[in-house]
């Protein structure tokens, strides 16, 4: 092999792995994106069913009391158990005191949501066992005093175990790769 040829065959391969690198870099940008548009429709549509629930002051008044009104009762116990059903879960507390909740999913720490005002306020979350949105609003009410609402959408569960059971995966889509970071 003469010293041209070499040359030739060095450029060659650098600029195969110049195109594979780029071909790669291209591929990786819009798969990218389309994670994050499904993870962005997600909770779009998780937030809009939160919303509902948060609209619903005179349900979540009537669980806060403890109130078995008989006009109620039935539609009550049909939005509980859609409630508990619900991959989000929705909590009430009094200063730091857990007052009333859907599931057992998650619950927010107290300090996550003392800054709570009359508006309606979202952040990002990192818990134990994953990333949530959280989704907060105080409320005041004659007989209940404040109070404040919350609700927990799960974004990745990120376990510390590892099982069978548990997996540490996107809840907008499974096809999501585990690699990706929030």
């Known amino acids: 092999m003469t010293k041209q040829q070499f040359y030739y065959l060095v ?13 790669f870099y291209v591929r990786l940008t819009p ?3 389309y994670y994050a548009a499904q993870i962005n429709d997600y909770l779009d549509n998780v937030e ?5 629930v948060f609209d619903e002051k005179d349900f979540i008044r009537r669980q806060l009391l403890a109130k078995n009104e008989v006009d109620f009762r039935d539609k009550d116990f049909k939005t509980l158990e859609s409630l508990a059903e619900q991959i ?3 909590a009430a507390f009094q200063n730091d005191s857990l007052l009333f909740w859907t599931n057992n999913f ?3 720490k107290y300090a996550d949501f003392e800054d709570a ?10 818990q134990k066992n994953g990333f949530y949105e959280l989704i907060y ?15 927990l959408i799960p974004i ?3 376990y510390e175990l590892k099982s069978d059971y548990l997996s540490n995966e996107f809840v907008a889509s499974t096809r999501i790769p585990k690699q990706y970071q929030l």
Do not use: M
């Not at 809009?48 to 509902?52: A, G, P, Q, T």
């Not at 005002?117 to 990192?126: P, V």
């Open 11 to 23: 450029l060659t391969v650098f600029l195969f792995g110049t195109a594979i690198g780029f071909n």
């Open 31 to 33: 798969q990218t994106e």
């Open 48 to 52: 809009r069913k939160v919303e509902e």
């Open 88 to 90: 989000f879960t929705i």
């Open 106 to 108: 998650a619950l927010p």
């Open 117 to 126: 005002t009359r508006n309606r306020s979202s952040k990002f979350l990192k």
């Open 137 to 151: 609003q105080r409320h005041n009410d004659p007989e209940l005093g404040e109070y404040v609402v919350c609700a």
């Open 156 to 158: 990745k569960y990120h």
